[in-house]
């Protein structure tokens, strides 16, 4: 069992950086494959990127501009994303891949002009 908390969301514009942060605790977080999943307004969730040891998978909509990243020592999951674009747009949540079925409060990205 682990639990999450997302934190470092925010408003940006278009071309825009943020850097996201997952805390996790409740679990041995080096045993797991973490993810980071987005849901935007009116659509299912989906899984952007997934990181387990030093092998990272991304989304086709977001390589080349968003870098999963972790640190075991801190039990600690982070996402850079870059040049953002609207359809970034969402609420980022952090889980283990495949997810389990607690989910944190999320964290919300805005990209707007």
């Known amino acids: 069992q682990v639990q999450l908390v997302e934190s470092g969301g925010g408003s940006v514009q278009p071309g825009g950086s943020l850097r996201l942060s997952c805390a996790a605790s409740g679990s041995i977080f080096s045993h797991y494959t973490m993810g980071w999943y987005r849901q935007a307004p009116g659509k299912q969730r989906e899984l952007v990127a997934r990181?387990?040891?030093?092998?990272?998978n991304y989304a086709d909509s977001v390589k080349g501009r968003f870098t999963i990243s972790r640190d075991n020592a801190k039990n600690m999951v982070y996402l850079q994303m870059n040049s953002l674009k609207p359809e970034d747009t969402a609420v980022y949540y952090c889980?283990?891949?495949?997810?389990?079925?607690?989910w944190g409060q999320g964290t919300q990205v805005t990209v707007s002009s």
């Open positions: 990181m387990r040891s030093v092998v990272t």
């Open positions: 889980n283990t891949y495949p997810a389990g079925v607690y």
